[in-house]
């Protein structure tokens, strides 16, 4: 029997060890013979434990509840990583799994991949390569570690294979298999194309705000797609939130400009949450005309929102993969992005605005007037799950 264990931690990781679960299951059903099956086991760090944070991902996805929830839950970056390396290494010392997984750039991924190469066991990193170049992000200091120590590291797209080389990682240790959060979005299209945007915002919202008629009705673009007359928004990067004076204007900007032009859908992060309450400004994000306030919605909810937005402001990664694929307008609420793929540039619908109030009424404005524009990178095809699992078979077999 050979062993993995995937450990996982926050929401992104869960939308994508989905994918690589169902992959396993596909496998063991292959293979009748006990000597080729592979014995799975999920670990969750418990760094994100909300039950809509959580729970709520792996009910609507079908993962199986986790094998091991280590708990850790919310602290400083230290607290959160060096708990999980405590108790990762228990884990690792009972379980003895010849691969670790980790996925995405979370402090799950970091902690837990430093201690798997610690205790002997491989370690597969799964969207590994993205580089923001940025330092002062959590996630890239996530990255770079993780990628280091990692034995296969399976890229996303060719422009992540390429900072890899660069940085000297062996061709024999990388795999270009796509991008695992498009598989989510391909298996589960049918669930989202029954929900209705008016359910999912009278379901989450949190001021009893809703669209109004004429926003519930598509306009049909001189292109001929369909889009609803909102916008989006999701923000949760300290470099936006944890600041007054950065956060404060771009509120003030979205609820003068934005909402004046058409209704704002925002799922709100309990981190935002947390800081609007702090700085004061909960009351007036609650009561202004036109900002739909939500709590943090399911992901089928979220996908839903972003066939039918407008478009979208987002500081989140995933999103700006979503979008592309989907073709949503997606102003990017940062200076930089570790996935250039998704950029106007090469051919995905995001923009980087940053957080400067000039430069991202310059883009909305120019955002209204564009059309919906699918693009689909190569391996963003629904089936990269199969393609890590058979990398890590095949580098077994090597
Ligand atoms: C984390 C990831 C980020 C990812 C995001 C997705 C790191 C460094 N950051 O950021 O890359 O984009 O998840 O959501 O790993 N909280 C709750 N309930 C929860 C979880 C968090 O209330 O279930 C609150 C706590 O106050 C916590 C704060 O949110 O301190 C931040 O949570 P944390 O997991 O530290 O980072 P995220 O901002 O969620």
């Known amino acids: 029997m050979f062993k993995i264990i995937s450990a996982v931690g926050a929401r992104p990781n869960f939308i994508k060890i989905a994918s690589f679960m169902k992959a396993i299951r596909v496998h063991n059903e292959k293979y009748t013979d006990p000597g080729l099956k592979i014995d799975h086991i999920l670990v969750h760090t418990g760094q994100h434990y909300d039950i809509s944070m959580s729970r709520a991902f792996f009910k609507e996805l079908d993962i199986p509840n986790p094998d091991i929830n280590l708990e850790v839950g919310s602290g400083s970056h230290a607290e959160q990583i060096g708990n999980t390396m405590i108790a990762f290494e228990k884990v690792l010392r009972r379980e003895k799994p010849d691969w670790v997984v980790v996925v995405g750039d979370v402090n799950a991924t970091l902690a837990c991949s430093v201690t798997a190469k610690k205790e002997g066991a491989k370690v597969c990193h799964i969207e590994a390569g993205l580089r923001s170049g940025d330092m002062s992000m959590p996630e890239e200091i996530n990255r770079l570690v993780t990628d280091r120590l990692s034995d296969l590291l399976l890229t996303p797209d060719k422009l992540s294979s390429e900072n890899l080389r660069k940085e000297g990682v062996a061709e024999k240790n990388m795999v270009f298999v796509g991008n695992i959060m498009i598989d989510a979005l391909e298996a589960n299209r049918d669930k989202e194309a029954v929900l209705n945007v008016e359910n999912i915002c009278s379901k989450n919202s949190l001021s009893g705000k809703n669209l109004k008629a004429k926003d519930k009705s598509q306009k049909t673009t001189s292109s001929g797609s369909q889009k609803g007359n909102f916008a989006v928004l999701t923000l949760h990067r300290p470099s936006n939130v944890d600041l007054l004076e950065i956060l404060q204007p771009l509120i003030t900007f979205l609820r003068t400009e934005v909402a004046r032009d058409m209704p704002l859908i925002w799922p709100i992060h309990p981190r935002t949450e947390k800081r609007l309450k702090e700085f004061g400004l909960w009351g007036e994000v609650m009561k202004s005309q036109n900002f739909i306030l939500l709590k943090p919605i399911g992901y089928h909810e979220m996908l839903r929102l972003n066939m039918e937005a407008r478009l979208i402001f987002t500081d989140s990664g995933g999103l700006q993969e979503e979008c592309t694929v989907l073709g949503t307008p997606c102003l990017t609420l940062r200076w930089n992005t ?29 955002t209204l007037t564009s059309e919906r524009k699918p693009m689909r990178p190569e391996f963003w095809d629904g089936h990269t799950a199969e393609r890590c699992l058979k990398a890590i078979l095949d580098y077994k077999n090597k």
């Open 338 to 366: 570790e996935r250039p793929v998704t950029l106007c540039e090469h051919g995905g619908t995001s923009v980087l605005v940053g957080n400067d109030v000039e430069r991202i009424r310059a883009e909305y404005k120019k």
